[in-house]
């Protein structure tokens, strides 16, 4: 009986047609598998709708994620490099991402910005606990104040002189 | 009445089931809502990478259950806590199962890099794309998984749906190593 976790080993090419169950579903009993299918319009459009609906909601959960991330970036700033720091570091990460992605889908490109940019500067190796400590922290004065202005765009003075002061950060502790 | 009727006819998803594997409960509770809104019968939730395990083995080894429908689709996402979607994707195209290492992936990512596309790709999905998540966007996502379903490629290298969306003639230098007519044709098992 051939063993499962070890299948034999294959040098060769092979091409697998599978059978389309999916197809013969989604066209339904009265429907001919033959011809191509669509989802209607007017429900995509009801789709679009739901993402519009987040999106009304989008600053009281990311004014929520950023409440977490600010409990976790006081749990862990003060700490030294430890497994438990590394722990909060990846929670951190995970919550940058979480607004990065809310905030991408509903247009704040700000947030979405210095949200992204956190998430790819909380988990660098290279950076001892004090560099990480400023850069995170000008990361998250620029999301404070973001976030409480409501600054939408990434564009214009405001946003260019908040991603300066990051930048100064960066550059002087990376 | 025409006898070949060739009009383009909008699907029925009541009978599909699709199972999302997002952390996010934002995103997974959008993805639900949407998927409800296209008619998709059977909509089910994962939030990390184990727990989309133990449910697929589930209900793809109870398959015949009256109570337990199989998955037809996985939408899912890249990066979560624990492991990343691309041991999701390894574990699934490596399963010795049938019933899931051939199942329909399409992966959600949440950066914009061309990276994850390619790798995604390489590891046996069938679709990817990145968020922002848009009503067409999933819609056609859907839709390719139904209407084009790829032969499955076997190689020492790779076992996932057939890279090459379009036969066109190639020019360039060409890098496989097995001549199209050196390919065996399989069907697989039928369920």
Redesign the interface.
């Known amino acids: 009986m051939p063993d ?2 070890n299948p034999p080993k ?14 013969q ?4 009993i009265h ?2 598998e ?7 319009p007017e ?6 709708k ?2 519009l609906k ?1 999106c009304t909601n989008s600053p009281a ?1 990311v004014g929520e994620s950023l409440e977490k991330l600010n409990a976790l970036w006081n749990k862990m700033k003060d700490l030294p490099a430890s497994p438990e720091r590394s722990q909060l570091s ?1 929670e951190i990460f ?1 919550q940058a ?2 607004i ?3 905030s ?3 247009g704040y490109e700000l947030i979405s910005y210095f949200s992204e940019s956190l998430r790819d500067y909380i988990n660098k190796a290279e950076l001892s606990v004090k560099a990480q400590v400023v850069i995170i922290q000008a990361h998250l004065d620029a999301l404070a104040v973001v976030h409480s202005k409501g600054y939408k765009s990434d564009a214009g003075a405001v946003a260019e002189e908040l991603k300066l002061n990051v930048k100064k950060a960066i550059d002087k502790y990376s | 009445m025409p006898v070949f009727n060739k009009q383009p006819q909008p699907y029925d998803l009541s009978n599909l089931s699709i199972l999302i594997v997002e952390d996010s409960l934002y995103i997974q509770n959008l993805l639900t809502q949407m998927l409800k809104i296209f008619g998709v019968g059977d909509i089910m939730t994962c939030s990390n990478v184990k727990e989309a395990k133990d449910l697929l083995t589930a209900v793809q080894a109870t398959k015949k259950s009256r109570y337990l429908r199989s998955v037809d689709i996985i939408l899912m996402d890249w990066l979560m806590p624990g492991e990343n979607g691309d041991a999701l994707l390894r574990w699934i195209r490596s399963h010795h199962s049938d019933t899931i290492r051939f199942l329909p992936v399409i992966v959600i990512s949440g950066y914009t890099t061309e990276y994850i596309a390619h790798k995604s790709r390489d590891l046996g999905a069938h679709e990817s794309m990145v968020k922002p998540i848009s009503g067409s966007g999933l819609a056609g996502r859907i839709c390719s998984v139904i209407e084009h379903p790829r032969p499955f490629i076997k190689s020492p290298n790779f076992f996932g749906p057939d890279r090459r969306r379009k036969n066109v003639p190639y020019d360039s230098k060409e890098r496989r190593k097995t001549k199209p007519d050196e390919i065996v044709v399989k069907h697989a098992r039928s369920e």
Do not use: S, Y
């Open positions: 499962q976790n294959f040098d060769g090419v092979e091409k697998i047609e599978v059978k389309n169950t999916i197809k579903r989604a066209v339904g429907g001919d033959h011809n191509e299918g669509f989802i209607a429900l995509i459009d009801e789709a679009e739901e993402v987040l959960m990846d995970l991402h979480e990065k992605d809310i991408a889908m509903c």
